[in-house]
């Protein structure tokens, strides 16, 4: 079954595996009141690092705003990037879904059952109503209090319950601009109790204090949205040594903050691989890993079998592996991407191949020429429709469009427009 979040069953392990699972969680909470050992390790002169990390707390962090006042290059755009506009609080503006009547409806398989989106005055509600039941018109309720997706594909919602922390059954996919039924959602049924999990978080968010699993946070706690910091690791000290009076000298290794360019390929890899390659099975509590780390010592992924497509939502980082291209041993993410800007113009991309390819050397160059030169993409990664996302709605399976990140020669691509 397709979802989100594929292996919902198994956020118990890491609690679980190593020992009774109540003594684990005391050790984490001790954990997250334990003096912060990040900057003695890093004092040691490289990010790379074998020591196990524990979960930082809130107070390592920054902030974007404080990066921004002195990045403003890389901030600029990335203020504005799916990356930074990811989760969010639930508001009129971050929720993209249309409350106007008519349009705030989901049928179902179940003709007696609808879901309508209620704009209120005290909030956005999403609401199970049995149409068939005159009684009992309202049906369950629950507030939008987070939104998840910056709503490139779609969103999902999010809310509370106490500090217990649950999906909402209906989501929106931007493609048709419809509500939809969440993920992995069977068609028909009410759901309000899918839990949303810290791994869920990990790879949607910057920040959280979990108190307990499988769905309790602090609720004040939650920093949204993909910071700085999730990729450069907790950087207050940096900020306070770059604003101290004797700031280190311009040009010079940073101590106090990872600059991913300066890791080993692997280390770099395993800066998208935490939230890229796959939801895993986690090893060690939330929000341990931090970059320079080794990720597999913080998270067991299972690469899908060679047989298999590679399709989890959001696995790129299993597929590009599996390029011949990636044999080079010098090709990463950061090759193509540049994290801090909007990534969607995709005949810019062909550049990138070319740093190490020739047009030449495309057997489609005899035909077709010059023509291909800004082209590779669509015929060596073209998009094709994902597996693992899609979404149950009105008897209508709607799969999200990815773009295949196994470089190769995919007979079928054509130029197609
Ligand atoms: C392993 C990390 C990981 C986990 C765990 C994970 N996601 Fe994602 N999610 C991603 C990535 C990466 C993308 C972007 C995928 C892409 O475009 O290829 C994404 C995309 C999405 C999107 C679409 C965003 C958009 O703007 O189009 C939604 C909604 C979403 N995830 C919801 C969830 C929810 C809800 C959970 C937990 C129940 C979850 N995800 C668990 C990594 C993760
Ligand atoms: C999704 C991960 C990610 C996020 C989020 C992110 N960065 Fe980066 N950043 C990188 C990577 C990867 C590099 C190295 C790029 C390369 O290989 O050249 C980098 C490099 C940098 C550098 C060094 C640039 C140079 O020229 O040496 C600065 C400064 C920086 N980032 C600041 C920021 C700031 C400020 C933010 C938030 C507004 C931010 N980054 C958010 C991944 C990220
Ligand atoms: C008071 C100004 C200031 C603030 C605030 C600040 N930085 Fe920096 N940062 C610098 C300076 C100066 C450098 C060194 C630039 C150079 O030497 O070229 C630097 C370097 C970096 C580098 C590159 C390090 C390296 O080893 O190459 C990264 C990455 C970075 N900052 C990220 C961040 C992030 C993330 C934040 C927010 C948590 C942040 N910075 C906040 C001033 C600041
Ligand atoms: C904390 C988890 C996390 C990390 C770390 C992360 N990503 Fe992402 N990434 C996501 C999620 C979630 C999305 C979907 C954002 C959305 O649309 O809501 C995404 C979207 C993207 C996109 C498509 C959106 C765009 O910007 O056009 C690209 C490209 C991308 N990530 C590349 C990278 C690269 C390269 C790295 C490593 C330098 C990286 N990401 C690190 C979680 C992460
Ligand atoms: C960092 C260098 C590098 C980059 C960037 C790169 N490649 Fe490659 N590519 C290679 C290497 C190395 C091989 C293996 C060469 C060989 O087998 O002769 C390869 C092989 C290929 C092949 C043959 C694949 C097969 O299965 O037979 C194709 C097609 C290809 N690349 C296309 C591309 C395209 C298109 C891009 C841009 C999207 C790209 N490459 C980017 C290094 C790179
Ligand atoms: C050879 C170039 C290349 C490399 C290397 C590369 N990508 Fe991409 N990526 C692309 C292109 C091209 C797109 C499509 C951009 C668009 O549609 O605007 C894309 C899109 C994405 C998206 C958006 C989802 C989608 O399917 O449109 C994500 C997420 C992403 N890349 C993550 C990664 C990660 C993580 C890595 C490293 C494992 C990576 N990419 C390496 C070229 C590359
Ligand atoms: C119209 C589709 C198309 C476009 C555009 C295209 N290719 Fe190809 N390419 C192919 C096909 C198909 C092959 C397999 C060889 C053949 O059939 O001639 C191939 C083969 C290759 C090979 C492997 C050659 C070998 O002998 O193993 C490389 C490398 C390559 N292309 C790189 C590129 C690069 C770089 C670009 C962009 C400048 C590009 N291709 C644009 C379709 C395309």
């Not at 594929?6 to 890491?14: H, I, K, R, S, V």
């Not at 997250?32 to 490289?46: I, K």
């Not at 901030?75 to 508001?91: Q, V």
């Not at 067991?300 to 990636?326: F, M, W």
């Amino acid at each position: 079954m397709g979802g989100w979040l594929e292996d919902t069953g198994n956020w118990l392990l890491p609690w679980v595996r190593r020992g009774a699972e109540r003594a684990r969680w005391l050790l984490v909470c001790c954990w997250l009141t334990a003096p912060w050992v990040f900057s003695q390790d890093q004092a040691s002169g490289s990010a790379e690092t074998t020591a196990l990390h524990t979960p930082p707390p809130a107070s390592a962090f920054a902030g974007d705003a404080a990066c921004a006042s002195c990045h403003e290059k890389e901030a600029a755009e990335y203020l504005l990037s799916p990356h930074h506009l990811d989760s969010a609080a639930a508001t009129a503006k971050t929720i993209l879904g249309n409350f106007t009547p008519g349009k705030n409806v989901v049928r179902t398989g179940n003709p007696e059952l609808i879901f309508a989106m209620i704009a209120a005055k005290d909030g956005f509600f999403q609401s199970a109503v049995n149409i068939a039941d005159a009684n009992n018109p309202k049906g369950m309720a629950e507030r939008f209090d987070i939104v998840v997706g910056s709503g490139r594909r779609g969103q999902t919602y999010l809310y509370w319950k106490d500090n217990a922390l649950f999906e909402l059954p209906i989501s929106y996919w931007t493609r048709t601009h419809e509500w939809i039924n969440s993920p992995g959602y069977p068609d028909g049924e009410v759901h309000f109790n899918r839990p949303i999990i810290p791994r869920c978080l990990e790879c949607h968010a910057t920040w959280f204090e979990a108190e307990g699993p499988p769905n309790l946070f602090a609720r004040d706690s939650m920093m949204l949205g993909i910071g700085c910091e999730k990729c450069h690791g907790p950087g207050r000290e940096h900020v306070e040594r770059e604003r101290s009076a004797h700031p280190p000298a311009a040009g010079s290794a940073e101590v106090a903050i990872v600059n991913p360019a300066r890791l080993s390929h692997e280390r770099q890899m395993d800066v998208c691989a935490l939230c890229h390659a796959g939801v895993g099975d986690p090893i060690e509590p939330p929000l341990s890993w931090r970059p320079g780390d080794v990720l597999a010592d913080y998270l067991k992924i299972t690469p899908p079998p060679p047989d298999q497509p590679v399709d989890v939502h959001g696995n790129q980082v299993n597929a590009l592996e599996r390029s011949k291209c990636y044999t080079s041993g010098k090709l990463s993410c950061s090759t193509c991407h540049n994290v801090h800007e909007k990534q969607q113009n995709v005949d810019a991309f062909s550049t990138h191949c070319l740093g190490c390819h020739e047009v030449k050397a495309c057997g489609r160059y005899r035909q077709m020429g010059e023509a291909i030169r800004t082209k590779c993409v669509e015929c060596h990664m073209p998009e094709g429709k994902s597996q693992g996302l899609h979404s149950d709605t009105e008897g209508q399976m709607l799969r999200a469009q990815l773009r295949a990140h196994r470089i190769a020669i995919y007979p079928e691509a054509g130029l197609g427009r």
